[in-house]
C-alpha cells in the first residue's frame, strides 16, 4: 500500500512520496497528494517511488539493451524512430561534445517507416527498441498524468479542469546519453528549466540529477532503482500561476563515467495555447502570465532573443505588476 515517508524524511533534501497503490480517490491518495505537492510547490520537483511503474525487468531492457542499441543504429536508422523534431536545447552540448540527445518516440504517433537499405537486423533491432520505449511510455503515461492531478487538485482546481488540462497535453519519451565527462568539475549539462509542463526522469545507475534548493545550494537526486524524479517545466508554472516554479536543475557525472537516462516528458498539444488556469486567478492572485504559445515560445527561446536572457518565460509572457 503506498504511504508518505514523512515530511522530515529526505532523500537527498528532497521529499520522497511512496506512490505504490496510490489510485485517484483511494486509500493514501490524499496524504500523497499533501506531500508531493508541497515538495513541488517549493522546488518544482520531487522524488517518487513507483516499483509498480517501472519494474526490474523493463528497467534492464530499457537501459541494458534499448537504450545502448538506438544510439548505437546509423543515423538515418534513428531518424526513423523519431517523431518529431526537438528543441534545439537538445541537441549536442558545448560543455560536453559526446553527448547526444534524441527523443525516441511519442506515445499513440508511430515512426516513419524504417530507410530503404535497412537489413532485416537492424529492423529487428528497430522494431525491439520501439516495443521496449513503448512500454516504458505507457507506465509513465498513468504516473505523470496522476502527479498531475496531484498537483492541481491541492490547489483547489476542481477535476473538471484538472482533466480539460491533462487533456490538452501530448506526450513523448527523450532517451539521453551523456558521454565520458573529462572536465574538472564532471558538468554534463549547465543549470536551466525545461520549456515543458513535466518531466519524469529515470536514472540509470550513474548518479548526476541535481536541483536547485530555495537557499540557492544544489540537492543530489540519486539514481535509487524503483524510484523517479519529478521536475516541473515552465509551462507548469503558466498553468498553475506561479504557484508551482519551473525547477532549476543540472546534470554533472563523476569523471570518465557514462551517463544514460531516459525522461517522460509532456508539452502542449500542436495549436493549444498554455494560460494560467482561471480557478488560480482572482484578487489576491492576478495573472503572473499571459497566454503563451508553446511553439512561439520555443523559438524565442532558443533562436531569438530569448538566448541572452536569465527569464526568457518572464520576457515572453510574463505580466509585470508595478505599484
Known sequence: MGHVDGAEQRLQGIRRVDLRGVELGGRGWEEARAAVAASMQALG????????ALDPDLRRDLFGRAVPEFFALPLDAKRSLVSGPMPPSTGTSGRCPKRRRTRACAPGRPPTPAPSGTSATSSGRMEAILRSVSAFAANMLGLE?????????????????????LDSLNYSVRL?????SEAGDG????????????SVVVQHDVEGLEV??????????????????VIAGELLAVVTNGRVPA????????RGSERLSAQFVSKP???????????????????????CDFDEYVRFRFAGDGQKL??????????AWGP
Open 45 to 52: 520537483a520531487v522524488v517518487l517511488v513507483v516499483q509498480d
Open 145 to 165: 498524468r496522476k502527479v498531475g492531478a496531484m498537483v492541481l487538485e491541492s490547489l483547489g482546481v476542481g477535476q473538471g479542469s484538472v482533466a480539460s488540462h
Open 176 to 180: 539521453s546519453r551523456y558521454g565520458v
Open 187 to 198: 558538468m554534463l549539462m549547465k543549470p536551466h528549466r525545461d520549456c515543458t509542463v513535466l
Open 212 to 229: 536547485q534548493a530555495q537557499d540557492g545550494s544544489w540537492l543530489a537526486v540519486a539514481p535509487i532503482p524503483d524510484t523517479v524524479a
Open 247 to 254: 525547477c532549476l536543475h543540472r546534470v554533472s557525472a563523476p
Open 269 to 291: 498539444k500542436d495549436g493549444n495555447t498554455v494560460r494560467p488556469l482561471d480557478e488560480l486567478v482572482d484578487a489576491d492572485h492576478p495573472p503572473l502570465y499571459k497566454p
Open 310 to 319: 536569465t527569464d526568457p518565460l518572464e520576457a515572453f509572457c510574463g505580466v
